[in-house]
């Protein structure tokens, strides 16, 4: 059995302005995209409301629904509005317009079409259908509350609910997701992880990772000072010293990592070596193979030990 992921039951909320032009996508004769949609959701309330009065020329009219041919489909929430009975301040209803009083003033509605009760599910864009002639001008303002009913059930809008701020993630429950856009790193709010609530630590969110790619985080990732003693585990500094040393294959270099620096102290104070009056000789761990050199020299009572090479 698949298990459907549910952060919670509450509504989520996605607000878009329109103005109107009398352009392509904005008032001429054809639709007008209000919510774009991902998935499936259902809507529980979606109200519009002119900021700035319409103005519609000749016969134009307008509806509000989901993108269909079907008339049932593309005017479920407004059917055949005159622009021109909606002024600034009004509330935009099924089939016309109330003053924002919600009483004198409002256009009668289609008996046949709403308004309706209940959440209404949707699978395609929220839009407007113009319809005849062309509105030129105004403003209206739709807010819709809904819950996802797909995994990714969404609606998009110009703004959105802070706690459902998009996040770029890589992928989500293994299914991938589009590429990460901030700095190539995904960023999400977690909550929980398997199930069990997040602690937090000083306001930071933790969260236990299973593993990190090689080359992940680089020595420029981490700040001066960001790690201290105490912010490692009780074993994490035996894990670090248990890192194998190796029989080198010739002398470190002078900007050599620490880890081959020691490992050539080790070498040299356990290894094999002779000494003739003009060379000594280190051997690697096998007793036989020279693993460097340093010249020997005396003059004028100096005694002197070249470079190991």
Known sequence: MAIIPSANNQLRHVRK????????????????????????VLVDTLTIFATTGLTGTGFAVFSVGGAGAASAQSAYWVDQCDPNTVATNDWVASGGAVTNSGIAGAVSTNPSNGPHSGPVALSSDLQITVIDDTITAGVLVFDCWYKPISDDGALAGDDIDAGYTPADVKA??????ATPTVAGVPEVDVTHNGGTAITAAAGIQEVKVASVAAAAITAAAIATNAIDADALASNAVDEIWAKAMSDLAAVPGATASVLAGINWLFELARNK???????????????????????????AGVFTAGEYS
């Open 172 to 177: 989500w429950l293994g299914t991938a997701a």
């Open 17 to 40: 302005t329109i103005t109107f032009t009398g352009g392509a996508g904005a008032g001429a004769v054809g639709t007008v995209t209000v919510f774009t949609i991902t998935g499936r």
């Open 273 to 299: 070596r002779t000494t003739s009056s003009t060379t000594e000789t280190l051997y690697k761990d096998d007793g036989t193979t020279a693993l460097a050199t340093s010249a020997h020299s005396d003059a």
